[in-house]
C-alpha cells in the first residue's frame, strides 16, 4: 500500500519562498496522479495542484503564478514550490495520490491516499 511521507514545512516570511517535497513508498508511482492539497485554520481542506503521470499536465488552482507542482518519477517524489508567500498561505499541507490520467484530478474526492501533512506558517 502506498504511503505518503511530506517535508519542507516551517515558518517563512511573507514574500518568501518554499518547496515541499513528498515522497510515495510502497510502489506504483507512475500509476498515480499525484497532488497537493491545504487546509486553512477553520476551513476546509482543498487541491490546489495535481500532476499526471503519463504526460505531466497540471492543474494549479487560485494560486496559480505562484505555486508550481512538479514531480520526480525516478525518485518517487512530488514537489510543490510556492514563491511569494502570502499570510494567507499558511496552512497544514497534504500530498495525495489518485488514479492514473491523461487529465487533470481537481477534487479530493478523486485522491485516494493522502499523507500526514506538513504545517507551513507565513509570519512576519
Known amino acids: 500500500q502506498m504511503r505518503l511521507v511530506e517535508s519542507g514545512g516551517g515558518l517563512a516570511q511573507p514574500g518568501g519562498s518554499l518547496r515541499l517535497s513528498c515522497v510515495a513508498s510502497?510502489?506504483?508511482?507512475?500509476?498515480?496522479?499525484m497532488a497537493w492539497a491545504r487546509q486553512a485554520p477553520g476551513k476546509d481542506r482543498s487541491i490546489i495542484a495535481s500532476?499526471?503521470?503519463?504526460?505531466?499536465?497540471a492543474y494549479v488552482g487560485p494560486s496559480a503564478g505562484r505555486l508550481f507542482i512538479s514531480r520526480d518519477n525516478a525518485n518517487n517524489k512530488v514537489f510543490l514550490r510556492m514563491n511569494d508567500l502570502k499570510l494567507e498561505d499558511t496552512a497544514v499541507y497534504y500530498c495525495?495520490?489518485?488514479?492514473?490520467?491523461?487529465?487533470?484530478?481537481?477534487?479530493?474526492?478523486?485522491?485516494?491516499?493522502w499523507g500526514q501533512g506538513t504545517q507551513v506558517t507565513v509570519s512576519s
Open positions: 495525495a495520490a489518485g488514479p492514473k490520467t491523461d487529465g487533470v484530478l481537481t477534487e479530493q474526492s478523486d485522491f485516494h491516499t
Open positions: 500532476i499526471n503521470y503519463i504526460n505531466g499536465r
Open positions: 510502497g510502489g506504483g508511482f507512475s500509476d498515480y496522479t
